[in-house]
C-alpha cells in the first residue's frame, strides 16, 4: 500500500527574510522559474519516487492586477501519492518542515523551496495558497487554502473541505498566485520543461502557458529508474549542524547506541573504537553533549569523524537513470543518429556517495555549434544557470573533438547526470557543481569513453558510405558494360543485333559479383540484400 | 548493311579482326560467369614502358602492363569505356562499316542517368572528349596488337604517293603513274592495297607537300625512277605503314628528305623508329631502314671531307636563327640512343654550336633544278646520308 514520508518536525524558524535571495526568488522572472521548479521537483518526487509513472500538469495564466504589478497563476498537479490531510498545513505551511531531512537523494533539499514560493506568492500578491490532495488509500479528496504567519512561522488555514472520492484519484494540485514576468522567464522555463522530459521519459508532461498554447511531451517509455531508498548518514559526511539534528532527535540512551543506531556503516566494535579513540565514554548520553555551548566538542567529533576509517559509505539508496533511460531520453528530443550512455559504479568523496552518468548524441535533429550542448542535471534536476561554472562545462570544455574525428561545429549533445546524497553545488543558488576532483575525474572518463564509441561508430559509418559510393559506381556502370560485353560474346556467324534486355544474364551475373566482393552491413541497406540494393540502383539507370 | 563492292581483302580483314578482338574480350565473360573479378590486362602507353629495341631499329613496348579491374572503382569507367569501344568496333566490323575516329566518339557517346546516395538525380557521359574514346581505342589496339587501320577505322587521309607503280585498292587497278598533275592519296587501310608491279629503285620521302609538288612536275620521279612520297608534315599513320610496306615486301631503299631542323629530323625519326607516344604501332608503322638524306648540317656548313652545298653568302640568306624551343628540342633528341651514332651527333653539336636552321625550300630558291637534278641524286650518288 502507499508509503507515507516520514513527516518529521524542525526547530529552525524565521527563514525566508535570507531565503528571498537564495531560494532563487531574486526577481520576478527567476521567482516564476523558481516557483514552477519547486512545484514540479515535489511531484516528480512524490510520483517516480514512489514507483508512480507521473502525470504532471503545469498551468500559468495572467491574474488581472489592479495595479501595474504583472501577476500570474500557478498550478501543479499530478498523480502523486498525495499529502495527508494532517500534514498538509505545515508541508505548505511551515518553514523548514520537511520530510526530505533525511540522508536520501531526492530532488529538493531541505523542504523550504515550496514554502519560498508560498511566501514569495503571499508577499507579492497578498494571496493564499490552495492545496488539493488525496492519499493513496484515502476514501477522501482534501481542500485547504492557507498562509504563513510570518512572525511565528505557522501555517494559518484560512479555508478548508473535503469530498468523498468518487474514484481511484490520488495526487496533489497546488495554485498559487505570485509576481511575475512571463515574457523575461518564458525561455528559461520552456527550457526547463523540456530538460524535464529528457531526463523523464517516462513522465507525461503538459504545459499551458499564458498565451494558452499547450507544450505536451508524452511518456515515452514506461520503464523508471528504482525509488530511492532512504538512509542513514555515514560518519564521513556530516557537519556540526546535522550532528545537533540527530543528537536531538535521538532516542539512543547511550553514544554506543547512538553511534550504532544513527549512522551507516557502524557496528559495534566500530563504534566502542571510534569513541575510544576520541575520549568520550561508551554509556555517556547523548543529549549531554548538547549542552556544550560553544560547539568546540561537537566540531571535535565532526573532524574525528572524517578522519576516522569507517566501512564506505553504501550507494545501494541512490538512484541513477540507467543508460537506457539516458539514451530514451535523448532519442525522444533529438531523434540522433547515434546515441550511447555510460552509468559508472559508485563512487564517494567526503564521504558522500556518488553516481554520475553520461549521454552522448550525434546527429539527428541536434543542431551543430562550436561547442557540444550540454544538459546538466543534479538528483535528475535540470540545471539551466550557471553553466560556465559547472565542473562539467569545465571537463567538456578541454575536450579535444579532433581526436575523435570530430570537427566542429557539429551536432552533438552531452548528457552529464549527477546522483548523490550530497550535491556539491558551487553556490546556494544550486544552479553549478563545483569541481570535486573525484567527481571531474569520473566525468571525463565517461565522457572520453563515449567520444571513443562515437568515434568508431564514425569511422564504421565512413567505411560503409565508402562501400556504398563504391557500389554507385559500379551500379551505374553495369548496363552499359553488360550490353558491350553482350555484343561481343554474339559470333561474326551469328550475328545479330542486340534485342532489349538480351544482356540480363550478364547483367545478373554482375550483381552477384558485386555482392559477393563488396560487404556492405544492413546499416545502410536497411533490410534489404546488396544485390536487391544494386539491382534497384540499376532499375533506375537510363541511358540515353 | 550491304554487301556490294566489299572485296574479300576486305572481308577477310574484317573477320581477322572481330575474330581477334572477340578472343580478347571473351576471358572477361569467363571471369564474370564464374563470379571472379574481371580485368582487362593492357600493356603500358607510358614513356617509361617504351624502350628502342636496337634490333629491331624501332620503338617498341616493354613488358610493363597495367590491370584494369572492374571492381577498382578508379578505374571502372576506363573499364566500362574500353568495352563500349570494343563493342561498337566489332559490330562496326560484322556490319561492314567504315567508322572514323569521330564516328566512334559519337556512336559510344551515351548519357547514363542515375541516382546517388541521397537519391539525387545525376548524370554523367560515357565520354566526354574525343581525347578519351582516343584514348580507349588505343588501349584496345595495344591489347589486341590489332592497328586501328586493321579494324577498318578510317581517318583523314594526308599521305600522297606517285610512281612508275600499279596496285589494286578494293576491286580496282590504279596506275600510280597516270595521275596527271595530281597524285593518289594514301588510304586509311594500307594494308588492304595489294602491289602489282614496281619500275622504281628507290622511294623518296619528303617532309613539305609544296616540295613533293614542284618535284612532281619537274618529273623528278621519272627521271630518277623512284616512288616520291609526302607525309605533308607530321606523317600519319598510313603513309608510315605505306612507307613501311615499300620497303619491306619490294625491297626498296627509302631516303627521307626534311627541314634542317629538330622537328625535321624528329620526323624522320617517326618513319624510322615510330613515335615515343604511340610505340605500339612501330612494330607494323616504322621502317627502320629509312635514311635520312637531307638536309644536314654539313649540307650547309661542310665538313673536313665535304664542301657546302651553299656557299658562304647564300648561307647568310638562306639560314634562319634558332628558336629557344628548337634548341630544347634538339637537346632532347641527343638523348636519345637512335641519335646517339656518331654522324648524329655531329649534326646535332652543329646545329647547337651554330644555332640556325635551313628550310628546305631555301634549297628550291637557289633553283628547284639545283634540288632536283643536283643535290638530291647526288646525295644518294655519293651515300652521304645518315642511317
Known amino acids: 500500500m502507499s508509503r507515507l514520508e516520514n513527516f518529521r518536525e524542525m526547530s529552525v524558524a524565521e527563514f525566508f527574510a535570507k531565503y528571498r535571495e537564495v ?141 468523498r472520492k468518487p474514484g481511484l484519484w490520488h495526487g496533489t494540485r497546488v495554485s498559487l498566485a505570485i509576481e511575475c514576468d512571463w515574457p523575461r522567464a518564458k525561455s528559461r522555463v520552456l527550457e526547463y520543461v523540456k530538460r524535464t522530459a529528457i531526463i523523464a521519459p517516462y513522465a507525461d508532461i503538459i504545459l499551458q502557458t499564458p498565451e494558452e498554447e499547450i507544450i505536451y511531451f508524452p511518456r515515452t517509455t514506461r520503464k523508471m529508474p528504482k525509488p530511492p531508498r532512504e538512509s542513514k548518514p555515514h560518519p564521513h559526511g556530516i557537519d556540526v549542524e546535522t550532528l545537533k539534528q540527530m543528537l536531538t532527535n535521538t532516542k539512543a540512551k547511550t553514544m554506543l547506541e547512538f553511534m550504532e543506531a544513527e549512522f551507516q556503516s557502524v557496528g559495534k566494535i566500530t563504534a566502542l573504537k571510534f569513541l575510544e579513540t576520541i575520549g568520550l565514554k561508551h554509556n555517556m548520553r547523548p543529549k549531554k553533549l548538547l549542552k556544550d555551548s560553544n560547539g568546540a566538542i561537537l566540531a571535535r567529533i565532526v573532524d574525528s569523524m572524517r578522519l576516522f576509517k569507517f566501512k564506505p559509505p553504501r550507494s545501494d539508496y541512490l538512484s541513477p537513470l540507467g543508460k537506457e533511460l539516458i539514451k530514451i531520453g535523448l532519442t525522444r528530443m533529438y531523434s540522433p543518429e547515434w546515441v550511447d550512455a555510460i552509468t559508472r559504479p559508485a563512487r564517494v568523496y567526503q564521504g558522500h556517495p556518488f553516481i554520475v552518468e553520461v549521454g552522448l548524441a550525434y546527429g539527428g535533429s541536434i543542431p551543430s555549434l562550436e561547442e557540444p550542448i550540454l544538459l546538466r542535471y543534479a538528483n535528475k534536476i535540470p540545471l539551466i544557470y550557471e553553466e560556465r561554472e559547472d565542473v562539467s562545462y569545465k571537463v567538456l570544455k578541454d575536450i579535444n573533438w579532433k581526436n575523435y574525428e570530430i570537427n566542429m561545429p557539429a551536432p552533438i549533445v552531452v548528457l552529464v547526470h549527477v546522483a548523490s546524497t550530497k550535491i556539491p553545488y558551487r553556490g546556494v543558488g544550486k544552479e553549478s557543481i563545483s569541481d570535486v576532483p573525484e567527481l571531474e575525474q569520473e566525468i571525463r572518463a565517461c565522457i572520453l569513453e563515449l567520444a571513443r564509441r562515437l568515434r568508431r561508430y564514425l569511422s564504421y559509418k565512413e567505411r560503409e558510405a565508402e562501400a556504398m559510393r563504391k557500389v554507385v559506381v559500379l551500379a551505374k556502370y553495369i548496363p552499359e558494360i553488360s ?49 536487391d540494393m544494386i539491382r534497384d540502383i540499376i532499375s533506375e539507370v537510363k541511358i540515353s | ?22 578472343e580478347s574480350i571473351l576471358p572477361i565473360l569467363r571471369d564474370i560467369s564464374k563470379l571472379k573479378p574481371p580485368k582487362l590486362v593492357i600493356p603500358k602507353r607510358t614513356l617509361s614502358n617504351t624502350i628502342f629495341d636496337p634490333e629491331k631499329g624501332i620503338l617498341v613496348l616493354g613488358e610493363e602492363v597495367l590491370e584494369r579491374n572492374l571492381l577498382d572503382i578508379g578505374e571502372t569507367r576506363r573499364f566500362m569505356q574500353t568495352l563500349l569501344m570494343a563493342s561498337i568496333i566489332y559490330q562496326a566490323l560484322i556490319e561492314n562499316e567504315y567508322p572514323t575516329i569521330r564516328d566512334l566518339y559519337y556512336r559510344g557517346k551515351h548519357t547514363i542517368i542515375y541516382k546517388d546516395l541521397t537519391r539525387r538525380h545525376k548524370e554523367e557521359n560515357t565520354w566526354d572528349e574525343q581525347s578519351e574514346s582516343d584514348s580507349a581505342l ?48 594514301i588510304e586509311s587501310t594500307p594494308d588492304l592495297i595489294e602491289f602489282l608491279d614496281v619500275n622504281a629503285e628507290f622511294v623518296l620521302v619528303v617532309e613539305k607537300d609544296a616540295v613533293f609538288q614542284q618535284l612532281h612536275r619537274i618529273g623528278f620521279w621519272k627521271q630518277y625512277k623512284c616512288i616520291l612520297i609526302t607525309g605533308a608534315g607530321q606523317p600519319d599513320r598510313a603513309t608510315r605503314r605505306f612507307v613501311r610496306r615499300l620497303n619491306e615486301e619490294l625491297n626498296l631503299p627509302v631516303y627521307i628528305l626534311t627541314d634542317s631542323d629538330p622537328y625535321g629530323w624528329n620526323i624522320y625519326s617517326v618513319f624510322k623508329v615510330g613515335s615515343i607516344t604511340l610505340s605500339y604501332e612501330s612494330e607494323r608503322l616504322a621502317t627502320p631502314k629509312a635514311k635520312f638524306l637531307g638536309v644536314s648540317m654539313t649540307d650547309i656548313f661542310g665538313d673536313k ?67 632536283a637534278h643536283q643535290y638530291i641524286p647526288e646525295k644518294i650518288q655519293t651515300k652521304d646520308w645518315i642511317d
Request: charged share 30%; with cysteine; aromatic share 8%.
Open chain 1, 23 to 163: 531560494a532563487g526568488f531574486s526577481n520576478p522572472a527567476r521567482a516564476l522559474y523558481q516557483t514552477i521548479r519547486e512545484l514540479v521537483e515535489n511531484s516528480l518526487d512524490a510520483t517516480d519516487g514512489h514507483g508512480i509513472l507521473p502525470e504532471i500538469r503545469i498551468f500559468i495564466e495572467k491574474v488581472n492586477s489592479s495595479n501595474e504589478k504583472s501577476l500570474c497563476r500557478v498550478t501543479v498537479e499530478d498523480n502523486g501519492i498525495g499529502v495527508p490531510p494532517t500534514v498538509m498545513p505545515e508541508a505548505f505551511g511551515k518553514v523548514l518542515f520537511s520530510s526530505k531531512y533525511v540522508i536520501r537523494q531526492t530532488r529538493g533539499m531541505y523542504g523550504i523551496g515550496v514554502k519560498a514560493a508560498v511566501l514569495y506568492g503571499q508577499v507579492t500578491t497578498g494571496s493564499y495558497v490552495e492545496v488539493i490532495s488525496s492519499t493513496k488509500g484515502s476514501s477522501y479528496i482534501y481542500m485547504k487554502r492557507l498562509y504563513i504567519d510570518m512572525k511565528r512561522n505557522e501555517p494559518v488555514i484560512v479555508e478548508e473541505a473535503q469530498w
Open chain 1, 483 to 531: 550490353r558491350s560485353l553482350k555484343i561481343i560474346s554474339k559470333s561474326p556467324d551469328e550475328w545479330k543485333p542486340l534485342e532489349p534486355n538480351e544482356e540480363k544474364d550478364i547483367v545478373d551475373a554482375l550483381i552477384k559479383l558485386i555482392a559477393n566482393y563488396i560487404e556492405v552491413s544492413k546499416l545502410i541497406t536497411g533490410k534489404s540484400s546488396v544485390e
Open chain 2, 1 to 22: 548493311m550491304t554487301h556490294v563492292n566489299i572485296d574479300k581483302v576486305d572481308v577477310d580483314a574484317r573477320r581477322r579482326a572481330a575474330n581477334i578482338m572477340r
Open chain 2, 138 to 185: 588505343r588501349d584496345l589496339e595495344v591489347m589486341t596488337g590489332l592497328l586501328r587501320e586493321e579494324m577498318l577505322i578510317l581517318s583523314k587521309e594526308k599521305g600522297k604517293v606517285v610512281g612508275d607503280m600499279r596496285i589494286k585498292s578494293g576491286p580496282d587497278v590504279i596506275d600510280l603513274s597516270k595521275l596527271g598533275h595530281g597524285a593518289y592519296a
Open chain 2, 305 to 371: 671531307n665535304k664542301k657546302p652545298y651553299i656557299s658562304e653568302s647564300e648561307r647568310k640568306n638562306f639560314i634562319i636563327k634558332a628558336k629557344e624551343r628548337d634548341i630544347k628540342r634538339a637537346k632532347e633528341l641527343m638523348n636519345y640512343s637512335w641519335f646517339q651514332t656518331e654522324k648524329w651527333r655531329r649534326e646535332l653539336q652543329l646545329f647547337l654550336e651554330k644555332k640556325v636552321k635551313l628550310e628546305i625550300e631555301a634549297l628550291t630558291g637557289k633553283g628547284l633544278k639545283f634540288l
